[in-house]
Nanobody, 121 residues
């Protein structure tokens, strides 16, 4: 079984910073893209950052220049550094990863349980 576990959420004032972490464990042969999504109350889940296995990154305009995604392939972890946080960044943040569990096996998307980020004004 593959598991993704997030940590690092919490309450922060506007302008502050938080760092989220995501650790993948279990039967893992290869991890392809790792991503962070967020979902605010009453809104659809949206992508906030993605990093490929080669280290290429992509961000939507809403977080570009403020959020930075990184990964450690040796440790099967990813992180999201969030700076200059705004109240509109308040949401549950989810880690997702495309993982191939076994050699020649299929690639599935796995999700973490989510971690709450609240930014006060």
């Amino acid at each position: 079984q593959v598991q993704l576990v997030e940590s690092g959420g919490g309450l922060v004032q506007a302008g502050g910073s938080l760092r989220l972490s995501c650790a993948a464990s279990g039967n893992i042969f290869n991890i392809y893209a790792m991503s962070w999504y967020r979902q605010a109350p009453g809104k659809q889940r949206e992508l906030v950052a993605v990093v490929t296995s080669g280290g290429s990154t992509n961000y939507p305009d809403s977080v570009l220049g403020r959020f930075t995604i990184s990964r450690d392939n040796a440790k099967n972890t990813a992180a999201l550094q969030m700076n200059s946080l705004k109240p509109e960044d308040t949401a549950v943040y989810y880690c997702a990863a495309k993982i191939q569990a076994v050699v020649l096996g299929r690639v599935d998307v796995y999700w973490g349980q989510g971690t709450q980020v609240t930014v006060s004004s």
